[in-house]
């Protein structure tokens, strides 16, 4: 069939392009937006049409979009050395990285292994402890983690995430993934009903730990806010509770930085904020400033140990071609050091507060049920109406989509919930024209 039969708007050279996640039947019926080029917080399309990308592409790009700094960065490293993988051998951006990330850190992680996406670190984290333990003569394999998670799309990563229709159709998910309730609940309670409902979601690990035995239970898999299932940040006595139940019965606390992770909640890692103290970090997205494909699950001394012996048969059986490319490592390093070195996540948390206190007013408005936030990541739930606050459908959804993209505003949606997760370089012009546009969308609602 030619693309003119199925769409006369799509361009030709979509027709073979098949987006992730994406019902491609409606990319085929509209007229797709064509992103040709981007400028600090700016995109603009095929028609050189601006938009405010308010989710940083994804959560992955901070540091906003074409700084020269880590351009410049990467063309260097690749005129020296394209490409070296990582087997056996070494290449300096590499190693440079891995000191830089043990330095940077929380606690006691300080063994970096290098991956090229976010999936791929929360896979090596699940394979790095369930070996681990193998290799203790345990027999702890058992995952547990949060219903409403989002870790990622390979088989254990997707094990692990909490999104059931995500896994549908994919055939038998691998054995020994549990999961616990999310410390998130609808209902509209006081902040003392709110806590002590997060303290029993977080007492629900033991009972699950003691219900399966302790024996067989290897790592609990945490992001310390969920991102995807919609800004969902739990209190301290949540944290507290989970890491003293983890330490108690050796179970690793493996946390997914992906989202959180370089700033986004207001302190480098969200770990630090709550005061974790992780057995693996799971890393991504932001770790590049989005300028190359990057990742990492970094590990403590006392995992890295185990896998040291004279034999091959204990070495981590584990790793891919492309991981640690040396321009990632190159993007990783220079992101890095922007972000360490201009103060942007103080700045940015500082700005974030603000805009949550403009976005809360959005309280108001028929249509918004709930708007959540912290550092630089806000959830805005739509429901068809305040009273009866049944989800908002796909179609509506639809429309103000569309409404936001045609006002020139580039906004993430997932379910009934727009999520925000706004670069760190915007200025107060920047919000205000994006609470201004969002309100006056949302206003219109019917
Ligand atoms: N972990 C979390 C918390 C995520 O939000 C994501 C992606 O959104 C991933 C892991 C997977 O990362 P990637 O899409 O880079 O594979």
Redesign the pocket.
Known sequence: MSLAEVSPDASEEQYHLWHPFTQMQKVLNAQNIVVERGEGPYLFDQNDKRYLNLTSC??NAPLGLGRSEIIDAITEQLNELSFAALFRTAHRPAIKLAQRLSEIAPGRLNRVFLTS??????ESAIKMVRQYFHHTGSKKYKVISLLN??????YG?LAASGFAEDQQGFGPMPEGFLKIPAPFNRDRQSEEERAAFEVACAKELERTILAEGADSVAMFLI?PV???GGAIAPGQAYFDVISETCRRYDVKLVV?????GFGRTGTLFASERFNLDPDVM?L??AISGGYF?L?AAVATDEIWDVFLSDSDGTRFNHGSTNAGHPGACAAGLAAIDILTRDNLIEAAAERGATFLSDLRQLKELQVVDDVRGIGMLFAIDLVRDEAGREPLDAAAMDMVAKACYARGLWIHFSGNRILLLPPFILGDEHFAEAFAGLKRILSRVP
């Open positions: 994804l959560w996406n976010g999936s791929e670190s929360v998670a989002y870790h990622g799309v390979s990563a992001e969920q991102g995807m997914d930085e992906v989202t959180t799971c991504g997205k494909p990742g």
